[in-house]
């Protein structure tokens, strides 16, 4: 089992940067598919990203494709996410979400995932 908690969450002006972090504790962490989710009032929780075990392999949604990045680091056990030229349709919880594979594959869809953070709120103003 993981646990997770993300962080960097906030407020910013349409244009900015917002950098998401999310640890993760408990079995190790290279053995986890890790991705990011968003969720805005009234929506269903949507796909962001997602980063295999090694970091080898990222897929990104189209809508935040080229502005966007995912990335982890296997010592630190955390997951992060850089997002540039935000825009107000950013505006959503954030979640982060694992899935323990030994295999190197995308997930997208929020039914492969088996653990999930509490989610952290990214507010973006235009």
């Known amino acids: 089992q993981v646990q997770l908690v993300e962080s960097g969450g906030g407020w910013v002006q349409a244009g900015g940067s917002l950098r998401l972090s999310c640890a993760a504790s408990g079995r190790t962490f290279s053995n986890y598919v890790m991705g990011w989710f968003r969720q805005a009032p009234g929506k269903e929780r949507e796909f962001v990203a997602t980063?295999?075990?090694?970091?080898?392999?990222?897929y990104y949604a189209d809508s935040v494709k080229g502005r966007f990045t995912i990335s982890r680091d296997n010592i630190k056990n955390t997951l992060y996410l850089q997002m540039n030229s935000l825009k107000p349709e950013d505006t959503a919880v954030y979640y982060c979400?694992?899935?323990?594979?030994?295999?190197?594959?995308?997930?997208?869809?929020?039914?492969?995932?088996?653990?999930w953070g509490q989610g952290t709120q990214v507010t973006v103003s235009s």
């Open positions: 980063i295999t075990g090694s970091g080898g392999s990222t």
């Open positions: 979400a694992a899935r323990r594979l030994f295999i190197s594959v995308a997930l997208s869809r929020v039914n492969e995932y088996d653990y």
